[in-house]
């Protein structure tokens, strides 16, 4: 079994070579996907279901780690200065310190985690890149959990926190497989 270099990774975008203004729209293009995920809620106590961690992983998987990173902190900062970007609109001020706030500083980590598998070949086939993307959620709800655990304590953070979204991230991880799946059948290279 031979290494995967970088050369032959699935980073489909492939933007790590592009000029700058390139990978600015890119970066915004992202921050709006993950705006639109974010949108996509179902209202919970003390955390709403959404999109969101979809969006991260995909951004990670297509961007590569850097820049997948760097869109995730823009979207972040996006919000901390007053867009409405996180679910229900939440501002970031707020949204930073209270139950949420360990998943989205989970967010970037993330990115940059799926990404770095993705950029190592780990997301080539789709049972790969399933594993890769249910990692990547799973550690979303370690460090948004642990987050919670010290707002609420641990057995409230696991049946408000965590348990309830377990079922939705293999959900979500299983669509991202097949997203990047679609893209290596169709080709999609915008290198």
């Known amino acids: 079994m031979t290494q995967t270099t970088f050369a032959e990774a699935f980073v489909p975008l492939k933007l790590a070579n592009r000029s ?84 989205l500083f989970s967010f ?21 890149a399933f594993g890769v993307m249910l990692l990547g959620n799973a550690l979303c709800l370690v460090l948004g959990g642990s987050w919670l655990a010290n707002m609420i304590g641990l057995e409230k953070a696991w049946i408000f926190g965590v348990a309830p979204f377990i079922i939705g991230g293999v959900l979500k991880s299983a669509l991202a497989a097949a997203t990047i799946e679609m893209f290596r059948r169709s080709g999609i290279r915008l290198s």
């Open 20 to 103: 700058l203004l390139y990978k600015a729209i890119a970066v915004l293009i992202g921050t709006a996907l993950l705006a639109v995920s974010s949108w996509i809620s179902v209202p919970m106590i003390p955390v709403p279901v959404t999109m969101q961690t979809f969006a991260v992983t995909m951004v990670g998987a297509l961007y590569g780690w850097r820049l997948g990173g760097i869109t995730v902190i823009a979207w972040l900062l996006q919000s901390f200065v007053g867009l409405p970007v996180l679910a229900d609109g939440t501002p970031g001020q707020i949204a930073f310190a209270g139950p949420t706030a360990g998943y």
């Open 108 to 128: 970037p980590v993330v990115a940059v985690f799926v990404g770095f598998l993705a950029e190592r070949g780990l997301t080539r086939n789709p049972f790969a």
